[in-house]
């Protein structure tokens, strides 16, 4: 099959979104499919996979927007392509997948983080406001035409679209996946052992992490907080540290670590190549999500056998009801951080949750996820 997958910038530090489909586009290319990836640009390349740059042209991120799409939409219709595949709303293309959701859905989480004055405030004057109402226009195009299938990455994200739009016609879950490095047991002891080391921590002392590009959206802020009040509340008997690592600006993260008196249990580490070595050294994975369709974060650190603590405003959520981590409401749910902290601190209670997350690891993988596209884009050609 000829195969565009449809994304606006393909550079894999942007995101899970952008890593996501070099994972999906490498692999349809490994099962050889014809694979071009249509762009406004490109920092990532691969063997077998061709990458498309179409212009960028107009004034404003609207613009940028609109003519992007129209270029996709020429493109759709000089390519040849069997299969349209499309991460953002592009009337035309077969199939769509909203791998950030849907745009009521980030709007209503958005007023939950904010609350509803300062988000009617953001709405009116913020200058996403015209890209944000093309982008809605466009979606709601999109999911009115019953010929387009909608593989949304979760059942929230699904649910979004009934809610929101009326669709539940022509729509199927197909849950996010990652790939994650083989390595064996010794390299991960090694990386654990080293870095704990680096820390200072002790080989039997909860090590916490959290991995996030938007610190805000991510509830780093209120699991700080928790944590500084969990350490509080045990006078001192607490043993655990936490890892921010991430590429948000951390100054006013860590002058808040040292206002609640964790300055010296808080780690801020830069985005690295290296996280599967720092998931190594941790024991439990925090993603305190304000919105999520399904966090790749917590899907890595499942598959690694980390459980993990998320809040029911993401999609992955929905994989930990299994046992492999626990669910608390929102980032401001400091009650159920301090009950999870507490549970996840004990050694035998993570012994329990890390075999639901062996149990349920091999369902993850990009090559599940693949055989549910090639099934679907079967469907679809007849």
Not at 85 to 113: C, D, E, F, K
Not at 297 to 321: H, K, M, Q
Not at 343 to 360: H, N, P, V
Request: with cysteine; aromatic share 6%; hydrophobic share 40%.
């Amino acid at each position: 099959m000829k195969i565009a997958l449809v994304i606006e910038r393909m550079d894999r530090s942007r995101g899970g979104r952008e890593t996501s489909i070099a994972q999906i586009a490498a692999a349809l290319s490994d099962r050889g499919e014809e694979v071009t990836v249509l762009c406004r640009s490109a920092t990532w390349s691969c063997e077998g996979v061709t990458i498309r740059r179409l212009s960028r042209r107009g004034l404003g991120r609207s613009r940028h927007l609109a003519n992007f799409v129209q270029d996709v939409q020429r493109e759709i219709g000089e390519g040849g392509y069997d299969i349209v595949h499309a991460t953002l709303p592009v009337p035309g293309a077969n199939v769509y997948q909203p791998r950030s959701g849907t745009l009521p859905g980030q709007i209503h989480a958005n007023r939950q983080r904010l609350g509803v004055l300062v988000a009617i405030r953001n709405g009116v004057f913020g200058r996403l406001n015209a890209c944000r109402r093309r982008m809605v226009t466009l979606e709601r195009l999109v999911l009115a035409d019953p010929h387009t299938l909608c593989l949304p990455v979760s059942n929230m994200v699904a649910e979004e679209i009934r809610r929101y739009y009326g669709r539940t016609e022509n729509v199927r879950v197909a849950y996010n996946a990652v790939d994650v490095p083989d390595v064996s047991s010794v390299q991960r002891s090694d990386a654990r052992r080293r870095i704990r080391l680096e820390m200072g921590v002790d080989p039997e002392d909860p090590v916490f992490i959290t991995v996030a590009k938007n610190f805000r959206l991510k509830g780093v802020a209120e699991l700080i907080a928790a944590f500084g009040k969990w350490c509080q509340d045990k006078a001192g008997r607490a043993k655990g540290s936490l890892i921010v690592l991430g590429s948000d600006r951390p100054e006013c993260y860590r002058r808040l670590a040292g206002a609640k008196g964790i300055a010296s249990r808080v780690l801020f580490v830069p985005p690295t190549e290296d996280v599967f070595d720092w998931y190594s050294a941790a024991d439990v994975c925090f993603l305190l999500s304000w919105y999520d369709p399904c966090s790749r974060v917590v899907l890595e650190a499942l598959r690694w056998g980390i459980p993990s603590v998320t809040t029911t405003f993401n999609g992955a959520a929905e994989i930990l009801a299994s046992g492999a981590g626990i669910v608390v409401e929102s980032p401001k749910d400091t009650r159920g951080i301090l009950a999870a902290l507490d549970e996840l601190s004990d050694r035998d209670a993570r012994a329990a949750r890390t075999e639901k997350c062996l149990d349920a690891a091999n369902g993850l993988s990009i090559g599940r996820h693949v055989d549910e596209l090639l099934e679907a884009y079967r469907e679809l050609t007849g």
